[in-house]
C-alpha cells in the first residue's frame, strides 16, 4: 500500500513542479500550488518512514564518520531549524567510525532535530532557544555516541516510557511516527536509543552505535 501511495504522490509533485514552472512569480495561484506540492512532500516523507518501519533492515552499510555526517548536514539542520533556534556542536575530534547505512542514519539524526525543534517551541519567546549535538568515542565500551539535546520544556515522567512506540505522540500534530523509526533503525544496526528529561529543563537524546573491529575501525572504504 505504501508503494502504491507513493507512485501516486510522484504523479502529484510532479504536475505540481510542472505547473509552477509555468506560473510567474506574483500568480495569485503560485501560493495555492506550493501548498499542494508541499503537502505531497510530508505524505512522501510519511511514506518513507511507513517503508522504513516495514522493512527493518540495513539497505547499504557502509564505514563512514559520524562527525563527518554531522558536519555535512549542518547547514540544512540550521535551515530546518530556523534562526530562532541556536545550534551548537561539540564534535570529539578522534571519533571512531562506525558500520551503517548512511541515509538512514541522516534520517535518524534529523527526526531527532525536529523532535527537538517542536519541543522548542513552546518555550516562552523571551527565552533562548538551544540544541546541541555531541559526538563521544566509547572504545572502553567498543561504540560511538552521538547525543541531541534541547532545553525545550521537558517530557512528563509518565510520557517517557511511550516516546519510541508508534503513533504515540505528546505534540499537537504529527503521527508519531519519528521517535519509533529512529529507534528500529538504531536497532537494526546493533545500537541503542536512550532518552533522558526533566520538566522544565529539556531533553536529550542518546544513541550508541557499536564500533567495527579491525582495520576498518579506522579507514572510510575507498579511503587510502
Known amino acids: 500500500i505504501a508503494h502504491d501511495f507513493n507512485n501516486l504522490l510522484t504523479g502529484i509533485l ?3 513542479d510542472l505547473i509552477l514552472q509555468e506560473l510567474r512569480p506574483d500568480d495569485p495561484l503560485r501560493t495555492d500550488v506550493e501548498q499542494i506540492r508541499d503537502a505531497g512532500q510530508r505524505a512522501a516523507g510519511l511514506t518513507r518512514q511507513l517503508l522504513a518501519f516495514s522493512r527493518r533492515q540495513l539497505l547499504n552499510p557502509r564505514v563512514v564518520s559520524l562527525n563527518l555526517t554531522v558536519t555535512e548536514l549542518e547547514p540544512m539542520l540550521r535551515r530546518l531549524l530556523g534562526p530562532e533556534i541556536t545550534l551548537e556542536t561539540e564534535l570529539e575530534p578522534e571519533l571512531g567510525h562506525i558500520v551503517v547505512d548512511p541515509g538512514q542514519i541522516e534520517q535518524v539524526l534529523v527526526n531527532l532535530m525536529r523532535n527537538a525543534a517542536d519541543a522548542l517551541a513552546a518555550n516562552p ?11 563521544r568515542d566509547l572504545a572502553e565500551e567498543g561504540v560511538v555516541s552521538f547525543r541531541i539535546a534541547d532545553n525545550g520544556p521537558g517530557v512528563a515522567p509518565e510520557m ?3 516516546l519510541f512506540k508508534p503513533f504515540v505522540t505528546s505534540k499537537q500534530h504529527g503521527l508519531g511516527m519519528g521517535l519509533s523509526i529512529c529507534r528500529i533503525i538504531v536497532e537494526a544496526h546493533g545500537g541503542t536509543i536512550d532518552v ?3 520538566l522544565g529543563a529539556g531533553t536529550s537524546f542518546t544513541v550508541r552505535l557499536p564500533r567495527p573491529a579491525g582495520a576498518a575501525a579506522c579507514h572510510e572504504i575507498g579511503a587510502a
Request: charged share 35%; net charge negative; aromatic share 10%.
Open 160 to 162: 517517557l516510557d511511550r
Open 196 to 198: 533522558e528529561s526533566e
Open 14 to 16: 510532479s504536475y505540481s
Open 125 to 135: 519567546p523571551w527565552t533562548e532557544r538551544r540544541l546541541t549535538i555531541i559526538t
